[in-house]
């Protein structure tokens, strides 16, 4: 079975960088799983951040980005703000309309 | 812009049958440039995708399930469907639905819109 791994917390000063990571237990994570992210704040539903790796949705602040790094998937906060702090979940498509989770990373700002 | 709200029986008991729909508004169901999805999520815990149905019918589910979902569209009430029967405690989520665009001959994978979620506790 596929799993896909996050770190699951992370912590940023108000201004600062944080990466967070999307692995796969099974290979590397590539353009070719489309990568996307997910932010959640509590008692809310997901809000779709990045998809297909580095595209932007709508709306969404020009200080997350999306990339791969090296095997993985990586969701990076450039000037981190007290209200980014939330749940993030990426996604991987595994193939044949079949997609699966991470379990999800929370981050806190401090 | 795409609306999803969800609906649901709020309580079920083990073993019974669950029955959610999701209501679309801002476009129609049967657009060619959705499909739509199920993702539930339990309290506390992480997302879990539980498959993905096109306005023709085509489906696609979360193996992990065993064949307890199933999918549909309803066009003429602007609806899609979940069914999952057998229930247990483990199945006690807040249940989302959530669009796939398809901007043309492929559709993404990722999710675009998603509703509000309607939590569903199974209990006796």
């Known amino acids: 079975q596929t799993v896909v791994t996050q770190e699951p917390s992370l912590s940023v000063s108000p201004g600062g960088t944080v990466v967070f990571t999307c692995g796969l237990t099974s290979g590397s994570v590539s353009t070719r799983h489309y990568p996307s992210w997910y932010q959640q704040t509590p008692g809310q539903s997901p809000r779709t951040l990045i998809y297909r790796t580095d595209v932007r949705s709508s709306g969404v602040p020009e200080r997350f980005s999306g990339s791969i790094l090296g095997n993985k998937a990586a969701l990076t906060i450039t000037g981190a703000q007290a209200d980014d702090e939330s749940a993030y979940f990426c996604m991987l498509y595994l193939g044949t309309g079949s997609v699966v989770f991470g379990g999800g990373t929370k981050l806190t700002v401090l | ?124």
Request: neutral net charge; glycine residues 8%; proline residues 6%.
């Open chain 2, 1 to 124: 812009q795409l609306q999803l709200q969800e609906s649901g029986p709020g309580l079920v008991k083990p073993s019974e049958t669950l029955s959610l729909t999701c209501n679309v508004s801002g476009d129609s169901v049967s657009s060619d440039h959705y499909y739509w999805g199920w993702i539930r999520q339990p309290p506390g815990k992480g997302l879990e995708w539980i498959g993905s149905v096109y306005y023709t019918g085509s489906t696609y589910y979360n193996p992990s399930l065993k064949s307890r979902a199933t999918m549909s569209v309803d066009t003429s009430k602007s609806q899609i469907s979940l069914s999952l029967k057998s229930l247990t405690a483990a199945d006690t989520a807040v249940y989302y639905c959530a669009n796939r665009d398809c901007p043309g001959a492929s559709c993404y994978p990722h999710f675009q819109h998603w509703g509000r979620g309607t939590l569903v506790t199974v209990s006796s």
